[in-house]
């Protein structure tokens, strides 16, 4: 037998053939496609383009082409689009890892290039494995909040993303076309598959029939059966974690999501945080009545207001979700504050030309501990620094003194511990 995993003998399992490995590749291009399109749309989301505070990724050059200006509404959208994300790129977990173990021969081919054609297609399929590997990795320690990886996620994913993308765009220019056409020769996929080359003798073979074992042991389950065990584990993942993005019992399906479960109970504190305040280094000295007051600046003036003084103000209400990147969101929460755009009438802007707001937090550190929002967000209606939610005072975990909510906003948009804010041009 030979021992040496260069040799196409050495893998001896019936499953591999040009058809199952369709499937599973077919699967993938539509999969990675929206995954691909809803992890811009999230990025968009953060308006990276509108101060460098929100711009994790400053040297992205024309790789931020598509940015635009995040809508206000419908004010699920980012919990819409976030939840899909995240929730497909679980449930395609078992679907990459088939599909590499696959054609897991072809990583050991000899020689490792055989043309210039040939090394280009190899080096795809490294920067493809590689950048699977890698995004598939972090986007699953991202949603399980443990950072073990240096540097910034946020940064980190997006390049390794693009890098990604590129790979898979050439490998499926390269792929697609045999791809379609063994699906359609291949009408009986549980019937044995030939190996070697198929168009005649001293012809080489096509890439796709390398993968055929010459020896095959005997089969202990179809191709078919393979595709529904690969099938019924991507539908248990979406099953048990799907659920964080939706309301009422469906969170007690998403077992495996650290914000799934039902909620944790109704009132002030009834709904997820990612970032406690003792967390955040925010001490209840600093956010006392006396000692705590928003600054609003802009438009050549200072405002200071006590919490007292922002309760006199009309408030307004709505009813809106907080998401997050991690693909969790809580069910409508109602708040009730201060419009955004009547603070920044305070600073003598009318409230139709209400500017885009800088919002600085009393934590100390941390990520998007300041925060711009467009002025498309201060003008909503719905956009509050809350005061109130659900019917009391804010929680300190939920930004007592006062916070930022906004409508289909990321959730670290939402600033909680608001100290400061400047209204005008970033």
């Known amino acids: 037998?030979?021992?040496?995993?260069?040799?196409?003998?050495?893998?001896?399992?019936?499953?591999?053939?040009?058809w199952f490995t369709s499937v599973l590749g077919v699967v993938l291009l539509v999969?990675?496609?929206?995954?691909?399109?809803?992890?811009?749309?999230?990025?968009?989301?953060?308006?990276?383009?509108?101060?460098?505070?929100?711009?994790?990724?400053?040297?992205?050059?024309?790789?931020?082409?598509?940015?635009?200006?995040?809508?206000?509404?419908?004010?699920?959208?980012?919990?819409?689009?976030?939840?899909?994300?995240v929730t497909l790129?679980?449930?395609?977990?078992?679907?990459?890892?088939?599909?590499?173990?696959?054609?897991?021969?072809?990583?050991?081919?000899?020689?490792?290039?055989?043309?210039?054609?040939?090394?280009?297609?190899?080096?795809s399929l490294l920067l493809l494995v590689g950048g699977a590997l890698f995004e598939f990795t972090t986007g699953v320690l991202n949603i399980q909040l443990d950072y073990v990886?240096?540097?910034?996620?946020?940064?980190?994913?997006?390049?390794?993303?693009?890098?990604?993308?590129?790979?898979?765009?050439?490998?499926?220019?390269?792929?697609?076309?045999?791809?379609?056409?063994?699906?359609?020769?291949?009408?009986?996929?549980d019937e044995p598959e030939a190996a070697g080359p198929p168009a005649g003798a001293g012809e080489p073979a096509r890439p796709e029939d390398t993968l055929v074992s010459p020896d095959p042991l005997p089969p202990t389950v179809s191709r078919r059966g393979a595709l529904g065990f690969v099938g019924g584990g991507s539908l248990l993942l979406a099953a048990t974690s799907a659920g964080h993005s939706f309301d009422g019992p469906l969170r007690d399906t998403a077992l495996l999501a650290p914000h799934g479960g039902a909620e944790p109970g109704s009132g002030p504190g009834g709904f997820q945080i990612n970032k406690t305040a003792a967390s955040r280094g925010i001490t209840a000295t600093e956010t006392s009545d006396e000692a705590w007051r928003l600054v609003v600046t802009g438009n050549g003036r200072t405002v200071r207001l006590s919490r007292a003084d922002l309760l006199r103000l009309p408030l307004r209400s709505a009813a809106l979700p907080i998401a997050?990147?991690?693909?969790w969101s809580t069910s409508d929460q109602w708040w009730r504050g201060v419009r955004l755009?009547?603070?920044?009438?305070?600073?003598?802007?009318?409230?139709?030309?209400?500017?885009?707001?800088?919002?600085?937090?009393?934590?100390?550190?941390?990520?998007?501990?300041?925060?711009?929002?467009?002025?498309?967000?201060?003008?909503?209606?719905?956009?509050?620094?809350?005061?109130?939610?659900?019917?009391?005072?804010?929680?300190?975990?939920?930004?007592?003194?006062?916070?930022?909510?906004?409508?289909?906003?990321?959730?670290?948009?939402?600033?909680?511990?608001?100290?400061?804010?400047?209204?005008?041009d970033l």
Not at 156 to 178: D, K, M, N, Q, T
């Open 149 to 189: 990886f240096p540097g910034s996620f946020y940064t980190l994913h997006f390049y390794g993303a693009w890098v990604f993308i590129a790979a898979f765009v050439a490998h499926a220019v390269l792929r697609v076309p045999a791809a379609f056409r063994n699906l359609r020769r291949m009408r009986h996929p």
């Open 324 to 327: 997050c990147v991690e693909g």
């Open 1 to 18: 037998m030979p021992r040496s995993p260069s040799s196409p003998a050495f893998w001896r399992s019936p499953l591999r053939g040009p």
């Open 31 to 85: 999969g990675i496609t929206v995954l691909f399109v809803t992890g811009l749309l999230s990025y968009a989301a953060y308006n990276p383009n509108l101060s460098p505070v929100n711009d994790k990724t400053p040297d992205k050059g024309i790789l931020g082409f598509y940015l635009f200006s995040w809508p206000t509404g419908p004010v699920w959208l980012y919990r819409l689009t976030q939840g899909v994300h």
């Open 89 to 123: 790129g679980l449930a395609l977990i078992p679907v990459l890892l088939a599909k590499l173990w696959s054609v897991v021969p072809k990583l050991f081919e000899l020689p490792p290039a055989r043309s210039l054609a040939h090394a280009l297609e190899r080096l």
């Open 341 to 424: 755009r009547d603070l920044a009438g305070l600073v003598g802007y009318e409230t139709e030309a209400a500017p885009d707001v800088l919002v600085e937090s009393l934590q100390r550190h941390g990520a998007f501990r300041v925060a711009a929002l467009r002025d498309n967000q201060v003008r909503d209606p719905r956009s509050l620094l809350a005061l109130l939610v659900n019917g009391e005072d804010l929680t300190p975990d939920h930004g007592y003194p006062a916070r930022v909510i906004v409508p289909a906003a990321p959730g670290v948009l939402n600033t909680k511990w608001v100290a400061r804010m400047t209204f005008g």
